[in-house]
């Protein structure tokens, strides 16, 4: 079910740059992203669950992002690129977690100017 077309969901992902505060051009991306809502990880979360977005791909998907990477997810990316990313609205918390056929990201959301 993760995988159906129809389940996935237009975002645009801006990879952090190696040893450097900046970030390469958005780049689209099509995957299936819920909001959390099992109760186990409400509980470890506190207050704070609403922040956090769940993606779950193929692992090969999943390649792509790494720690601190941002995304527009319900924003779209400026018309001209921003070396900072400043309007993206998420941040991949952690690395993405991979098992034998599944892969699971989490992104938390980046609000009150707290980057």
């Known amino acids: 079910m993760i995988s159906l077309a129809r389940n996935k969901r237009t975002f645009y992902l ?23 809502s099992s109760v186990g990880e409400m509980l470890t979360l506190g207050q704070e669950y609403s922040m956090y977005l769940r993606i ?4 090969s998907e999943a390649a792509d992002f790494k720690d ?10 400026p018309k001209e690129h921003d070396l900072m990313c400043e309007e993206a609205d998420y941040v991949v ?4 977690i991979i ?6 990201i989490t992104l938390r959301k980046l609000s009150g100017g707290q980057y």
């Open 14 to 36: 801006c990879k952090k740059v190696a040893n450097n505060t900046t970030f390469e051009k958005p780049i689209i991306k099509r995957l299936n992203f819920q909001p959390i």
């Open 56 to 59: 779950k791909c193929k692992p």
């Open 68 to 77: 601190e990477d941002r995304c527009y997810i319900y924003q779209q990316p």
């Open 93 to 96: 918390d952690g690395e993405p």
């Open 99 to 104: 098992t034998l056929n599944e892969a699971q």
